[in-house]
């Protein structure tokens, strides 16, 4: 069992940028792949970015690409999500999940992922 707490979502205008932040709780976070995923009203669940388990792999949605960069810090069990250049259409609720088992390779797949958080609601203003 691991808790995972998203928090940093807000209200932003266009063009800014929000820094999201995923606490995990559990003594074996470092050996989790970990990804962002998102949900606008209306549509399904989709990928945005995933990690790792060391942080030395990442991968990104095409739409995301360039302007998201995800990282991690395993001493404080945190995956972060750095938003820039942010749109109107990257509104939505995101979420953070944890692939646990050990060592797995990161992947864009919602169904590889066994832990969820609650969720942040991001909305960017045009």
Not at 98 to 114: G, I, Q
Request: hydrophobic fraction near 35%; charge should be positive.
């Amino acid at each position: 069992q691991v808790q995972l707490v998203e928090s940093g979502g807000g209200l932003v205008q266009a063009g800014g940028s929000l820094r999201l932040s995923c606490a995990a709780s559990g003594r074996t976070f470092k050996t989790y792949a970990m990804g962002w995923f998102r949900q606008a009203p209306g549509k399904e669940r989709e990928f945005v970015a995933t990690i790792n388990f060391s942080g030395s792999t990442t991968y990104y949605a095409d739409s995301v690409k360039g302007r998201f960069t995800i990282s991690r810090d395993n001493a404080k069990n945190t995956v972060y999500l750095q938003m820039n250049s942010l749109k109107p259409e990257d509104t939505a609720v995101y979420y953070c999940a944890a692939e646990t088992a050990p060592f797995r390779a990161p992947v864009r797949s919602l169904y590889e992922y066994d832990n969820w958080g609650q969720g942040t609601q991001v909305t960017v203003s045009s």
